[in-house]
Each structure stands twice: as structure tokens, then as C-alpha cells.
């Protein structure tokens, strides 16, 4: 049974969020502090992390700034901040989805599979010998889910790597921001088109000598992306 934790201020919120996925056969539990959802995050093992921004004590943005440091584990951010400023900076520091409030509990409910179901089936997947991209100085081990750069690790987070994986396996192809959501995330890109765009720019600062000259993930104006190889 998966293991979710709630980090929400506002209790009957959360209790709603608990029932309903509750009823999805997930084990939940609720911490309405955010030093204290915090502190719980890191301290022991959950497959999910549902996290409002605007909690007492620490914030959401720290949050997950911290939970990324040391874990992989999808992050889904909520919210009742439209500006897309705080999506984007909420996707920056390494959440996978961002949910603006109001929203319906079986929106929550679907995302959460959504992102588990990948999680899972990433990590989860056994084969033998690792599966390895490797062109111009980037080596991107698939089976291992490590990147090198010219024999350097860089650390990415799970969507990163998804993203960067999938250019990677079809190289010289150009892709769609739409696209790219849809194979990544799993769901319809309407409204969430800045979510692609972010984690491109954190591939790029992660991996390209020269961010504004990109060697590997070369924007096609007016259409989306392409790995070049």
C-alpha cells in the first residue's frame, strides 16, 4: 500500500484529501505544521508528498527544496496562488505537478495515481544489463537512472531525468511541449505548459557548458524541443 503524507494547514482540507484517498486503498497521514511536515518528510519513508505552499512554520517552497536535496519521491505542490510565478518556482525546486485550489478531490485522487503509477514503474522496472545513451560526452544510464557529462555525475530529479531520457531515445526528433507532458506526465497539458519549459531550463543548467549555446536540448522556436545527437 502506498504511503502518502499531507503537509495542509487548513484541516478540513486535509481531511477531505485523506478520505478520498483513503478510499484508494492509500495509507495517509496529515501533518498541518510545516516544520513539522517537514521534519516528518525526512525522517521516514513515503511514496508521495501532497504539499500546500503557504504553511506556519516552513514553508512549501522550503519543503521541497529539502525533500528534493535527499529524495526522488514524486512531489505534488497545491495551492491558492494562481500567479504562475509560484508554479514556476514550485516546479523549479523539483516538484513533478503543481494544483491550484479549488479543486476537485478526484483530480487529486487521479494525479496521484498518475505520478505513483510512473514512479513505480520506473524504479520498479528489472532488466538485464544496464541500459546506457551514450553521445557526445553525455551518458545517460537508464537502468542505474544516473547522468554523466563528460565523466561528471549530475544529479537530477525524476522528472528531469524522465524528460531528459525520452529526448535522449529519440534523438533528432522534434517534440511538442504538449507533446513531451503527455509522455511525461501522463495527463492533459492544457494550462500546464510552463511545467515543460521549467524542467528544460533545469536540464540545461545541469548539463550544457553553455546554457544560451545548448549542445544537447536545442529549442525549435515556434515548436517545441530536440535532443541533437
Same mark, same amino acid.
Given at each position: 500500500?502506498?504511503?502518502?503524507?499531507?503537509?495542509?494547514?487548513?484541516?478540513?482540507?486535509?481531511?477531505?484529501?485523506?478520505?478520498?484517498?483513503?478510499?484508494?486503498?492509500?495509507?495517509?497521514?496529515?501533518?498541518?505544521?510545516?516544520?513539522?511536515?517537514?521534519?516528518?518528510?525526512?525522517?521516514?519513508?513515503?511514496?508521495?508528498?501532497?504539499?500546500?505552499?503557504?504553511?506556519?512554520?516552513?514553508?512549501?517552497?522550503?519543503?521541497?527544496?529539502?525533500?528534493?536535496?535527499?529524495?526522488?519521491?514524486?512531489?505534488?505542490?497545491?495551492?491558492?496562488?494562481?500567479?504562475?510565478?509560484?508554479?514556476?518556482?514550485?516546479?523549479?525546486?523539483?516538484?513533478?505537478?503543481?494544483?491550484?485550489?479549488?479543486?476537485?478531490?478526484?483530480?487529486?485522487?487521479?494525479?496521484?495515481?498518475?505520478?505513483?503509477?510512473?514512479?513505480?514503474?520506473?524504479?520498479?522496472?528489472?532488466?538485464?544489463?544496464?541500459?546506457?545513451?551514450?553521445?557526445?560526452?553525455?551518458?545517460?544510464?537508464?537502468?542505474?537512472?544516473?547522468?554523466?557529462?563528460?565523466?561528471?555525475?549530475? %544529479?537530477?530529479?525524476? *522528472?528531469?531525468?524522465?524528460?531528459?531520457? =525520452?529526448?535522449? $531515445?529519440? /534523438?533528432?526528433? @522534434?517534440? #511538442?511541449?504538449?507533446?513531451?507532458?503527455?509522455?511525461?506526465?501522463?495527463?492533459?497539458?492544457?494550462?500546464?505548459?510552463?511545467?515543460?519549459? %521549467?524542467?528544460?531550463? *533545469?536540464?540545461?543548467?545541469?548539463?550544457? =557548458?553553455?546554457? $544560451?549555446? /545548448?549542445?544537447? @536540448?536545442? #529549442?525549435?522556436?515556434?515548436?517545441?524541443?530536440?535532443?541533437?545527437?
Amino acid at each position: 500500500m502506498s504511503r502518502i503524507l499531507i503537509i495542509e494547514d487548513e484541516e478540513s482540507i486535509a481531511e477531505l484529501e485523506k478520505d478520498y484517498l483513503e478510499l484508494s486503498n492509500f495509507e495517509v497521514v496529515i501533518e498541518n505544521r510545516g516544520d513539522e511536515g517537514l521534519k516528518r518528510a525526512l525522517a521516514e519513508k513515503f511514496d508521495m508528498y501532497v504539499l500546500d505552499l503557504m504553511l506556519p512554520g516552513v514553508d512549501g517552497f522550503e519543503i521541497c527544496k529539502k525533500i528534493r536535496e535527499v529524495k526522488d519521491t514524486p512531489i505534488l505542490m497545491v495551492s491558492a496562488k494562481k500567479d504562475d510565478i509560484d508554479k514556476i518556482h514550485g516546479l523549479g525546486l523539483g516538484a513533478d505537478d503543481y494544483l491550484t485550489k479549488p479543486f476537485s478531490p478526484s483530480e487529486l485522487v487521479a494525479r496521484v495515481k498518475a505520478h505513483l503509477a510512473r514512479y513505480e514503474r520506473l524504479i520498479g522496472s528489472a532488466v538485464s544489463g544496464n541500459q546506457i545513451i551514450e553521445v557526445n560526452g553525455i551518458k545517460i544510464d537508464k537502468t542505474a537512472r544516473r547522468v554523466y557529462v563528460n565523466g561528471e555525475e549530475k %544529479v537530477l530529479t525524476t *522528472k528531469e531525468f524522465d524528460l531528459l531520457t =525520452f529526448l535522449a $531515445s529519440n /534523438p533528432n526528433r @522534434v517534440f #511538442t511541449k504538449e507533446e513531451l507532458f503527455s509522455n511525461i506526465w501522463d495527463m492533459d497539458s492544457v494550462g500546464d505548459i510552463a511545467t515543460v519549459t %521549467v524542467h528544460i531550463k *533545469k536540464i540545461r543548467e545541469k548539463i550544457e =557548458f553553455d546554457t $544560451s549555446k /545548448p549542445q544537447y @536540448v536545442e #529549442t525549435i522556436w515556434g515548436v517545441g524541443y530536440r535532443f541533437k545527437a
